[in-house]
C-alpha cells in the first residue's frame, strides 16, 4: 500500500531585511540579558502585556530626576516662583518624544543608538561620536558622585572627600545586582523611584504652595524668553532634563524584551514600550515640578530669592517651613536619586562602548573606569575649595551635558525618519517635522547657554 507523504508547510514569509547601514547588524545590545524578558501573547489582556514590558521606562526616567537636575530646579523656583514649571512641563514633553524615537529604534532594527551610529557613519565620524558620548558620560557620573557625596555628608556628617570615595563602592553594588536579573535592577529602580516621589509629595504638602499660582505657572509665559536672566535658567532647566545618555540606554534596554520578530510583534513592543516610558517621564516631571515647587513655596516668598545651592536648601528648609523632618526627607531622597543614576549610568556606558567599539570590557573594570575619571576631579575640587567647588563642578557638568545632547538627538531622528533603515515604521511625516523642530529647538538653546556660560 503506498504511503501517503503529506505536502510540505510551507515557511513563514520572511521579512525583507532593512538596508541602508554601511555595516551589517552585528551582535545583540547587551547581549547577556537580550531578550531575557518573557512577554505574554498579543492575544493576552491590556494589563499582562504593560506589565510585562513595564520596566525601562522606569531605568529612564532616572537621568530626568539625578543630582544635576536639582540645583537648576531649585535656582527657578527660588528666583522666580513657579514661573518655569512650563519649561519643566515643555521640556518634559520633548523628552517623552525622544524616547519614543529610542525605543521605537531598538525594537525595529535591533540596534541601540551606539550600534547604529557606527554602522551608519563612517569610523572617524563614529569615533567622534564615541569620545563626545564617554565626555557626557563622565559628566553624567560625575553628578552622581557629587550629589551621593553631598547626601552622605548631608545625612550622616561624613566629610565631602569621603563621601567622593565611598561612591566607588557602589560599582559593587551594581556587579550584585544585575547578575540577578533585568527584572530585579528595574525593581530595585522602581522601588527608589517611589521613594524619591514620596519624599516630594511630603515636601510639596508641608511647604503648602500657591495652588492657583502653580497651576498658572504650568502655562508658558513671555517673560520666560523677554527676561533674559529669567532665559538662562530655563536653557539650564532644558539642559539637565533632556538627558544624552537616555536616548543610548532606552534604545538598548528595551531590547531586554523576548518578543516576535515580525510587524505584529514590534508593533506591540513599541506600543507598550512607549506606554511604559511616558508614565515613567510624568513620574520624572512631578519629582522635578515638585524642587521648583517646594524652592518657590519655601525661599522665593520668604526673601531667600538666590537659593540654587543643594546644601543651602537643605539647611533653610526646616527653619523655613517649621517642618523639622523636611531637611531629612530632602538628603534621603538625593542619596536615592545619586543611587539610581548610578545603576543606569553604568548600563549607558556599557551600551556606548559596546555600541561604537565592538569592544566588551568586563563590567566591574568599565565601571571602575567611568566612575575614576568622575571621582578625580570630584575630589580634587572638593579638597581644594569645598562645598563651594562641588557646587560650581555640579552645574559644569549640566553644561558638558547639554554640548553632547545634539550629537545623540540629530543621529536619532535622522535614523527613524529614514525608510530604508526603519522599512513600514519609518517616522509619519508630522512625527518627522516635530523632531526635527525639538532637535532645532535644543539645538539653539544649547548653544545660546554655552555662549552665555563661558562669554556672557
Not at 412 to 441: C, E
Amino acid at each position: 500500500m503506498p504511503v501517503t507523504v503529506p505536502p510540505p508547510v510551507p515557511a513563514p514569509p520572511q521579512e525583507a531585511p532593512l538596508t541602508g547601514w554601511r555595516r551589517p547588524r552585528h551582535a545583540p545590545s547587551l547581549g547577556e540579558i537580550f531578550g531575557s524578558v518573557k512577554v505574554p501573547p498579543a492575544s493576552a489582556s491590556f494589563w499582562r502585556k504593560l506589565f510585562a514590558f513595564w520596566g525601562p521606562g522606569l531605568m529612564v526616567a532616572v537621568g530626568y530626576m539625578d543630582p544635576g537636575n536639582w540645583a537648576t530646579d531649585l535656582a527657578g523656583g527660588s528666583r522666580y516662583g513657579y514661573t518655569l514649571l512650563s519649561v519643566i512641563l515643555i521640556s518634559n514633553l520633548f523628552a517623552m518624544l525622544l524616547q519614543h524615537l529610542a525605543a521605537k529604534l531598538g525594537i525595529v532594527t535591533g540596534r541601540d543608538l551606539a550600534q547604529a551610529c557606527r554602522d551608519h557613519y563612517s569610523k572617524p565620524v563614529a569615533m567622534v561620536l564615541w569620545v563626545l558620548c564617554e565626555i557626557a558620560i563622565a559628566a553624567c557620573d560625575l553628578a552622581e558622585v557629587i550629589g551621593s557625596a553631598i547626601a552622605l555628608n548631608l545625612l550622616f556628617g561624613l566629610p565631602l572627600t569621603w563621601g567622593v570615595v565611598l561612591t566607588i563602592l557602589d560599582v559593587l553594588v551594581v556587579l550584585m545586582l544585575q547578575s540577578r536579573g533585568f527584572r530585579v535592577l528595574e525593581s530595585i529602580v522602581g522601588g527608589l523611584i517611589m521613594l524619591i516621589f514620596g519624599c516630594f509629595l511630603y515636601e510639596i504638602i508641608v511647604s503648602n504652595p500657591d495652588y492657583f499660582a502653580l497651576l498658572q505657572g504650568l502655562v508658558p509665559q513671555p517673560e520666560v524668553v523677554t527676561n533674559p536672566q529669567m532665559l538662562y535658567v530655563a536653557i539650564g532647566i532644558l539642559g539637565a532634563t533632556v538627558m544624552p545618555h537616555n536616548l543610548y540606554l532606552h534604545s538598548s534596554i528595551v531590547q531586554t524584551r523576548a518578543i516576535e520578530q515580525n510587524e505584529a510583534g514590534r508593533r506591540m513592543a513599541i506600543k507598550f514600550a512607549t506606554i511604559d516610558s511616558t508614565l515613567a517621564l510624568f513620574l520624572a516631571f512631578f519629582v522635578n515640578a515638585a524642587i521648583l515647587i517646594m524652592a518657590a513655596a519655601a525661599f522665593h516668598n520668604t526673601g531667600n530669592q538666590n537659593v540654587a545651592d543643594i546644601n543651602e536648601a537643605h539647611q533653610l528648609l526646616s527653619p523655613v517651613l517649621g517642618a523639622g523632618a523636611a531637611s531629612m526627607v530632602f538628603a534621603v531622597a538625593l542619596l536615592a536619586s545619586g543611587q539610581n543614576s548610578t545603576l543606569t549610568g553604568t548600563l549607558a556606558g556599557q551600551i556606548v562602548m559596546e555600541g561604537f567599539l565592538d569592544l566588551k570590557l568586563k563590567l566591574w573594570l568599565r565601571r571602575l573606569i567611568t566612575r575614576g575619571i568622575a571621582v578625580v576631579p570630584a575630589f580634587i575640587v572638593t579638597l581644594l575649595y569645598g562645598e563651594k567647588g562641588t557646587g560650581e563642578l555640579l552645574v559644569l557638568s549640566q553644561v558638558i551635558l547639554s554640548f553632547q545632547l545634539s550629537f545623540a538627538v540629530v543621529p536619532l531622528v535622522l535614523f527613524t525618519g529614514s525608510k530604508a533603515k526603519m522599512g513600514v515604521f519609518v517616522n509619519k511625516p508630522w512625527v518627522q517635522v516635530v523632531a526635527w523642530l525639538i532637535s532645532a529647538i535644543i539645538i539653539l538653546l544649547n548653544v545660546y547657554l554655552l555662549v552665555q556660560t563661558f562669554w556672557g
